[in-house]
């Protein structure tokens, strides 16, 4: 494993960091789901491409079980679009400081996230002002509350979206419908299931390191619009 550090952005949010190996090193956000930390996402470091900066935050909210929450209510529920607004705002605070910070914009992101996390990543990604340049979800969720309208504006991000078909907090029917929701709206969604609970199966984790070869290798700063 890479060598990290831990730091606390200007807005209270704890995180490890990957720092750049080159100046031109792609970055990726990794997010934690429900319970989880500042590490737990390194289990999948060895998916990302040689060098990529990779910054995973701490959630800001203590949940109800242990370990962190990115709301308030802190417990196993599937999360609405405005349970996420001041994690959201955390995150754009946090990125705005990696760019004073490193020179990455903020349109250069993947923002990657498990569970409770890949949904954060929607929440964030879909608002306005903040554009990625990808977005993973592993045994994730859209949140309830987003306007066609809304999806429909950022038809040119790339998403990667792996599920297990005997997942039992995020059912696999509820992944389907929120995949087909993005496809209608325009998303490019490389969709990957496999016959397991909530994680990630060994054929998904295969997808989504091909994933990011093809599409997150060298992510482009988009326009806003």
């Known amino acids: 494993m890479s060598e990290t550090e831990r730091a606390v952005s200007e807005a ?6 990957r ?19 500042e590490d737990v996402m390194w289990v999948f470091e060895g998916v990302l491409p040689e060098g ?36 959201v705002e955390g995150l754009r605070f946090l990125l705005a400081g990696m760019r004073t910070d490193l020179g990455v914009r903020e349109d250069t ?23 990625p340049a990808g977005v993973v979800s592993l045994s994730g969720f859209l949140p309830e509350g987003f306007e066609a309208e809304a999806l429909e504006r950022r038809g040119q991000v790339p998403v990667y979206w792996g599920h297990g078909t005997q997942d039992d907090q995020v059912p696999v029917e509820r992944a389907r419908r929120d995949v087909a929701r993005l496809r209608e709206a325009g ?19 295969r997808g989504l390191k ?16």
Request: hydrophobic share 45%; glycine share 12%.
């Open 12 to 17: 209270g949010l704890v995180y490890r960091i």
């Open 19 to 37: 720092r750049p190996s080159t100046p031109s090193s792609p970055p990726v956000l990794l997010l934690h789901g429900l319970g989880g930390d």
């Open 52 to 87: 990529w900066i990779a910054v995973a935050p701490r959630g800001p909210f203590a949940a109800a079980e242990g370990g962190w929450s990115w709301t308030r209510a802190g417990k196993e529920h599937l999360s609405t679009l405005p349970e996420f607004n001041l994690a």
């Open 109 to 131: 992101w993947v923002w990657m996230g498990f569970s409770q996390g890949a949904a954060l990543a929607f929440a964030a990604a879909f608002a306005s002002g903040i554009r």
């Open 187 to 205: 998303l490019d969604v490389t969709y990957c299931e496999s016959d397991v609970g909530h994680k990630l199966g060994a054929d998904c984790l």
């Open 210 to 225: 091909a994933w990011f070869a093809r599409d997150g290798a060298a992510p482009k700063p988009k326009s806003e619009s």
